[in-house]
């Protein structure tokens, strides 16, 4: 082989090689670049979520972990479009409890409590303090159910540190669209406006009045908390057991918890015609009888806890209780939702309250620190040593107020629930987690 044939060759050798090195050198310079424009692709992503987060004016914490679709909604149904708030509402639905490094562990025959609220920070200070001393709590899980986003509401309960702890926020609640539907638009018909003369919109109760958005957002949220504890929470939606519901304006006892565990057991036994369990009389001013004897009767809103059969029988009744002409959620089910089930419907409970409504105004009162609707702006609530322990015994018997008194049939409901969008959303909340195909 000559010489000049090798030169060659070690020169078409090199050239290559240096090619090669070109290649190799392009393709990491391309690779680097794609990875730099991923890196800041999914850093302005971040950076314009966190914008986005911090203009509702609410904390959301990290959702990445959280594979729960908390909007599986029907197909055919058609809730209000989100606004901003309302979205972030949604997502901040999905977080996991608080407190769950101090409470890794929760009983596995857990009643959990459901507190659902307005916008009344007085009265919410005061059922949590309450629960704080109430034994067994940290067993268990606190739901907190808020009509809308009060940001001194949310504040309280963040502070709460004596059991698991999770927030659900009404993300249709009328008190976060200031300009249309569920809450007031310019279009809204007002009063007793003749919507044809006014040209406005919305129809009427049977009063003749059309609807406040202020006062139908009571039965709104009941109802919407009702379907999404049961049908729409991964804590929950698995749970077997019973859910005690209470309000902001129910002071509970340190023995409630306790009380109400025996209560449940004794339900099937003592009473199979008892759908629930309740802390307090039906009688709102009542603190019991203080006999030695259990007591049946019709159920109470303060303190009432049943289970998923009975939750079942309710949801049944969505019609009903959607239609039915009367803002009060309880009125609604105590007139309609009850009778229709089709024999008697009792409630369970001890002779001695275990629980006790200390509100002194409605709803939407009682809202400042100065106008807090308790006497004199301090709730005095005596706490006895017996409303301390268990004081009820399995061995008692049971009597049966068969005959209480309340609404006759015939009655028609005291209105503020006329309005077809009202009917038509209530209906929906009752739809939202079972989903169907469209052809179905």
Not at 83 to 109: G, T, W
Not at 126 to 150: A, K, P, Q
Not at 203 to 212: E, I, W
């Amino acid at each position: 082989m000559s010489i000049k044939y090798i030169d060659r060759a070690m020169a078409s050798y090199k050239k290559q090689r240096i090619r090669d090195s070109v290649i190799r050198r392009f393709i990491v310079v391309v690779s680097l670049t794609l990875a730099a424009v991923l890196f800041l692709f999914f850093l302005f992503g971040m950076n314009s979520s966190s914008l986005l987060m911090n203009e509702s004016s609410v904390e959301i914490n990290s959702v990445t972990e959280i594979g729960f679709n908390n909007s599986a909604l029907v197909d055919s149904i058609k809730l209000p479009t989100h606004n901003r708030l309302s979205k972030m509402l949604e997502i901040k639905n999905q977080l996991p409890p608080r407190n769950m490094d101090l409470y890794p562990v929760l009983a596995k025959d857990r009643i959990v409590i459901v507190l659902y609220v307005h916008n009344r920070p007085q009265y919410l200070k005061v059922v949590v303090e309450s629960l704080s001393h109430v034994s067994g709590i940290n067993e268990t899980l606190l739901i907190v159910s808020h009509d809308g986003y009060f940001e001194e509401m949310n504040k309280i309960v963040e502070d709460i540190k004596f059991c698991q702890v999770k927030q659900v926020f009404a993300p249709y609640s009328p008190h976060l669209y200031t300009d249309r539907f569920p809450g007031v638009s310019v279009n809204d018909c007002k009063d007793k406006d003749d919507p044809i003369e006014k040209n406005c919109e919305g129809t009427t109760d049977q009063y003749g009045n059309h609807r406040s958005p202020k006062i139908v957002s009571l039965k709104h949220h009941w109802w919407w908390m009702m379907n999404t504890v049961w049908d729409g929470l991964k804590e929950t939606i698995g749970h077997s057991g019973d859910i005690l519901f209470i309000e902001e304006d129910h002071f509970i006892f340190p023995n409630a918890y306790h009380n109400l565990k025996i209560l449940t057991k004794l339900k099937p036994i003592k009473c199979p015609d008892c759908y629930a369990a309740n802390l307090a009389p039906s009688n709102v001013k009542s603190r019991g009888e203080g006999w030695d004897i259990l007591v049946a009767e019709r159920m109470g809103n303060v303190g009432y806890t049943f289970n998923r059969t009975v939750w079942r029988k309710i949801h049944k009744k969505a019609k009903e209780f959607c239609f039915f002409d009367d803002y009060n959620w309880d009125i609604t089910m105590w007139v309609t939702v009850y009778p229709s089930f089709g024999g008697p419907v009792y409630s369970l409970r001890g002779p001695r309250a275990s629980a006790v409504h200390f509100g002194k105004c409605g709803l939407h009162q009682g809202q400042g620190e100065n106008a807090a609707c308790v006497d004199n702006g301090v709730v005095n609530i005596e706490t006895q040593e017996i409303d301390k322990v268990v004081n009820i015994k399995r061995e008692w018997g049971l009597h049966v107020f068969s005959h209480q008194e309340g609404y006759q049939a015939g009655f028609r409901g005291w209105g503020g629930w006329g309005d077809k969008r009202d009917h038509q959303m209530c209906l929906d909340f009752a739809k939202m987690y079972h989903r169907k195909s469209k052809t179905s």
